[in-house]
């Protein structure tokens, strides 16, 4: 006798969804990970550009060449502070996923669970048929001795 689960579907679907799941959150992951560098890269451009802000009025640099290398600066201070909102909406983001995963992950293992408690009791079930058979077979062979 062979084993089938009448809620295998169910079970099916909840562990691709978990897999879906995992797969969406791997990508929050992945749009986390890249705003983070692209701010990284934007702060050491500032650092850089104070650097050299700082070099060219210590040397020989117009005021039009200071301006611009200033305006430029606050440029980046612009753009940092976009970049520092969209790494927040980033985090909300691979948060929201992890526990969008959680529920899933719950959800799959609610009906593995119903699916392993089935299996225990078709296994049960099995065994103690069995055991009435070999019982019976035991018995007609006492009544054919007597």
């Not at 799941?21 to 451009?45: K, N, Y």
């Not at 850089?48 to 020989?60: F, I, N, P, V, Y």
């Not at 200033?70 to 996923?97: E, F, P, S």
């Amino acid at each position: 006798m062979r084993f089938t689960y009448s809620f295998q579907k169910i079970v099916d679907l909840k562990q691709g969804e978990k897999r879906q799941a995992e797969w969406v959150l791997s990508l929050a992951v992945g749009r986390l990970t890249r705003e983070e560098s692209s701010l990284a890269d934007l702060m050491s451009e500032k650092q850089a550009m104070e650097q050299r802000l700082s070099e060219a009025a210590a040397g020989r640099a117009t005021i039009s060449e200071l301006a611009l290398i200033r305006d430029y600066i606050d440029h980046l201070d612009r753009a940092i502070d976009l970049k520092h909102r969209d790494v927040d909406q980033a985090k909300r983001q691979v948060a929201a996923q992890k526990e969008q995963l959680k529920e899933k992950m719950v959800q799959e293992k609610v009906w593995m669970k119903a699916r392993e408690k089935a299996y225990r009791k078709f296994v049960a079930e099995a065994l103690r048929k069995e055991q009435e058979e070999l019982d019976e077979m035991a018995v007609m062979r006492h009544s054919r001795l007597i």
